[in-house]
C-alpha cells in the first residue's frame, strides 16, 4: 500500500491567511493525487484533483501543485468557511489510499 | 443537484450483519461507477469497495473481502453494501462516493460527490 503523509496535522490561521498543506506520498504517484474538503458531520468535499485540477464549483482560491512524491494544497486567502479538515488520496494504485488530515482551525 | 443518501447503519454485535443502502439522485446513476469509503474513529478514511456502472466489476479492500458484498440496481438508483461476520475494527462512519470519471473506478480518478455517511457500530 501507498502511505500518504500530510503535514501539519493541524494548523491554525486567520481569516485572509495564505495557507499551505503538504502531501508526501512513499513513492512516486505521478499526479494521481485529489485533496478533499470535510466539516464536522457534513460529507467530504471534493477540491482538486489530478494534483492541480479545480473541481468544477470549487472557489479559485484553492489551488494544488506537485507531482511524484510531494504536492501542496495552498489557499490564498482564508475564508470563514475554510475552517476544516483537509485529506490527500493518492488514484495511482490500489488501494487507493488517504492522508492521515489536516485540521484547519480559526486562530 | 447530486445527492446521495445513505441509511441502514446501526449496532450489530460481532459476528452479526448489516445491509447498508445509498439512494442517488441528480446524475445518471446508470452510467456511473460507485464506492464505499469509510472512517473510523480518530482513523483515516479507507476506500471499502467500488463497483462498476454495470456492476461487471467489484473492488474490494482486503480488510473486507470475503466478508463485505457491493451491488447495485440500477432501477431503483441505489446502491448497497452486504456485511457480513461484522467486527469490532468495522465500527466506522459508512459514505457512499461517485466516481468522477464514468463507469469503473480507475487509475487517476476522484469521487466528485459523497454522501454525509451512516454509522456502524459492531459491538456487544
Redesign the interface.
Known amino acids: 500500500d501507498i502511505q500518504m503523509t500530510q503535514s501539519p496535522s493541524s494548523l491554525s490561521a486567520s481569516v485572509g491567511d495564505r495557507v499551505s498543506i503538504t502531501c508526501r506520498a512513499r513513492q512516486s504517484i505521478s499526479s494521481?493525487l485529489?485533496w478533499?474538503q470535510q466539516k464536522p458531520?457534513?460529507?467530504?468535499?471534493?477540491l482538486i484533483?489530478?494534483a492541480s485540477s479545480l473541481?468544477s464549483g470549487v472557489p479559485s482560491r484553492f489551488s494544488g501543485s506537485g507531482s511524484g512524491t510531494d504536492f501542496t494544497l495552498t489557499i490564498s486567502s482564508l475564508q470563514p468557511e475554510d475552517f476544516a479538515t483537509y485529506?490527500c488520496?493518492q488514484?495511482?494504485?490500489?488501494?487507493?489510499?488517504?492522508?492521515?488530515?489536516t485540521r484547519l482551525e480559526i486562530k | 443537484e447530486v445527492q446521495l443518501l445513505e441509511s441502514g447503519g446501526g449496532l450489530v454485535r460481532p459476528g452479526g450483519s448489516l445491509r447498508l443502502s445509498c439512494v442517488a439522485s441528480g446524475f445518471p446513476f446508470s452510467n456511473y461507477g460507485m464506492t464505499w469509503v469509510r472512517q473510523a474513529p480518530g482513523k483515516r478514511l479507507e476506500l471499502v469497495s467500488s463497483i462498476s456502472a454495470s456492476a461487471g466489476s467489484t473492488y474490494y479492500a482486503d480488510s473486507v473481502r470475503g466478508r463485505f458484498t457491493i451491488s447495485r440496481d440500477n432501477s431503483k438508483n441505489t446502491l448497497y453494501l452486504e456485511m457480513d461476520s461484522l467486527r469490532a475494527e468495522d465500527t466506522a462512519v459508512y459514505h457512499c462516493a461517485k466516481v468522477r470519471q464514468g463507469v469503473t473506478l480507475i487509475v487517476g480518478d476522484a469521487f466528485d460527490f459523497w454522501g454525509q455517511g451512516t454509522m456502524v457500530t459492531v459491538s456487544s
Open positions: 494521481f485529489n478533499y458531520g457534513k460529507a467530504p468535499k471534493l484533483y489530478a473541481q485529506y488520496q488514484t495511482y494504485s490500489t488501494p487507493f489510499t488517504f492522508g492521515q488530515g
